[in-house]
């Protein structure tokens, strides 16, 4: 499943490059533009350049793979959360005259998710996979933090925010149902 969302990234760019990039104007997030709203539902399958769609793919491909352990409802809802709570801080806060793309904010919040879930449930397996995702994937969390021109640090603080939101909600529900969800 991951690499069917993965693929349709590659084609949805392909598609936006024979049109001359019309798709990102179309459908990139304005922040406070109410023709821009529309980008916090397109905005994530995005992407400029070939390079900006090369760089989120591997994370993307482990994360979401790592997700799917735990079901493709769970994948959904989590993702559903992310990309909503991802796109609106960012169309909230974004700067003015700015269009903001790409699927770094379910990268972010994907792995905000899979670091939380194990706090949140109490599953021992879900805290191991978390301290060794942290250990591995944790210097990305730097890119939350102003300061690279030309990045959505919006897209990554608010899609990490909405995975710590989703680790916290469902890791709650599966506490007091006393299942895990997947292994870790």
Not at 61 to 70: I, T
Not at 125 to 146: D, E, I, K, N, R
Not at 162 to 173: F, I, K, N, S, V
Request: charged share 10%.
């Amino acid at each position: 499943m991951i690499l069917l969302f993965v693929g349709s990234l590659y084609v949805v760019e392909m598609l936006d490059q024979l049109s001359g990039s019309r798709l990102q104007g179309a459908g990139g997030l304005e922040p406070r533009e109410t023709d821009g709203v529309d980008g916090i539902l397109f905005a994530p399958v995005l992407h400029g350049p070939w390079e900006h769609l090369l760089a989120n793919t591997v994370p993307l491909l482990v994360f979401g793979f790592l997700l799917l352990l735990a079901g493709v409802a769970r994948w959904l809802v989590v993702t559903a959360v992310v990309w909503l709570v991802g796109g609106a801080g960012v169309w909230l806060t974004g700067g003015a005259g700015t269009v903001h793309i790409g699927a770094s904010v379910l990268v972010f919040g994907w792995l905000s998710y899979l670091l939380l879930r194990g706090v949140f449930s109490g599953h021992a397996g879900q805290l191991a996979m978390g301290v060794l995702l942290l250990l591995v994937y944790g210097g990305v969390l730097w890119g939350v933090l102003p300061g690279q021109p030309g990045i959505s640090w919006q897209g990554h603080l608010f899609g990490a925010t909405g995975g710590g939101l989703a680790a916290w909600w469902l890791g709650r529900a599966d506490r007091a149902s006393g299942q895990s969800h997947g292994w870790p």
